[in-house]
């Protein structure tokens, strides 16, 4: 059965992740809606894992299905997903896309051991400014704008406009999370805030945010910087945890990323806006890391450090959010 052999090659590869079986069955609690004695029994061999239960495994663990099953491919080919939610509904859209990656990052953190997280930003991250009302708003009104071309015309009112009331706490479970690791570390563009306020710039001249907006999203910039100088100055997140922040004199292409946990190595390639290639695959994991490692040696780390760069880093963030 093709089901049986699948489960079997499962077991020897979750055996070869966590060879402790105890730990393995904990995990696997917490992982699958099952109990302690039905976890045994599917490792055990007794009964097989589910495809459903399989799936679940592979995501969590970062444990390859296609390998598994004997999908070949050819050297150097690697399987992503394409984390695409399409809905017509473009607020259901958005609102299924933070509630995706909100699930992926804690299945990623189940065993509470996210280890290292590695980022290239060539804009300010979401995740970071989402304690600003009007930072998240002004990303959720540019997916209706840009998502919603039939009504694009009709999205007129920022100040009007109606914010789920569930999506803060979501992107900021998305935070936590994250915050949780024991060292993060980003790589930034020299110029990073540019992006949002060309952004902020255009919809303004466009007449869809009046100058009352642009001040207050200006305000939450300027606090969002302060915030970010004293956490470079510190080197550490309140709650202890290690954060490094590099700054790039060259420019970066594009936005990547990846995590690593005891028992898992995912890699993130930015498409555009909220969509991210994401994969398993080791190969892509280890050129991703030396990627990072060449990047380092371009860059400069700002946190708890190179005092002089630091200002003068923040200071030119500064006058491009003063170009509102």
């Known amino acids: 059965m093709i089901v049986d052999r699948l489960s079997e090659a499962l077991i020897a590869a979750m055996d070869e992740k966590v060879p402790e079986r105890t730990r393995l069955t904990h995990l696997l609690m917490d992982i699958l809606p099952i109990g302690k004695e039905a976890v045994y029994r599917r490792l055990r061999g007794e009964v097989p894992f589910t495809l459903s239960e399989s799936a679940t495994i592979s995501r969590a663990l970062g444990i390859s299905l296609d390998k598994l099953s004997g999908v070949a491919y050819e050297v150097g080919d690697a399987l992503f997903a394409l984390n695409f939610i399409q809905m017509d509904d473009a607020v259901a859209n958005y609102f299924a896309l933070i509630e995706h990656y909100k699930d992926m990052f804690s299945q990623i953190a189940v065993d509470d ?13 979401l995740f970071l400014a989402i304690r600003y009302d009007k930072l998240s708003k002004f990303h959720f009104y540019r997916w209706l704008y840009q998502r919603n071309e039939r009504n694009a015309a009709h999205i007129t009112d920022f100040q009007q406009m109606r914010f789920p009331d569930d999506l803060s706490g979501k992107q900021r479970q998305i935070l936590e999370v994250i915050k949780r690791c024991e060292h993060n570390s980003y790589i930034w563009d020299k110029r990073i805030f540019q992006t949002i306020v060309n952004e902020l710039l255009y919809y303004k001249n466009a007449g869809k945010l009046s100058e009352d907006t642009i001040r207050e999203i200006k305000q939450e910039l300027l606090f969002f910087l302060e915030e970010l100088k004293e956490l470079a100055a510190a080197g550490y997140y309140k709650t202890g945890e290690k954060v490094d922040f590099y700054i790039c004199p060259i420019n970066l292409e594009s936005t990547y990323s990846y995590v690593e946990s005891e028992n898992i190595r995912m890699s993130f390639i930015k498409l555009y806006d909220l969509r991210f290639l994401s994969t398993t695959d080791e190969l892509v994991f ?6 990072f490692r060449s990047l380092k040696k371009f860059s400069v780390l700002i946190s708890q450090s190179a005092e002089l760069q630091r200002y003068e880093f923040f200071e030119a ?3 491009i959010i003063d170009q509102l």
Do not use: D, G, H
């Open 286 to 291: 280890q050129n991703l890391k030396s990627w």
């Open 113 to 125: 051991a996210l280890q290292e997280v590695w980022a290239v930003y060539t804009r300010i991250p």
């Open 317 to 319: 963030q500064v006058k």
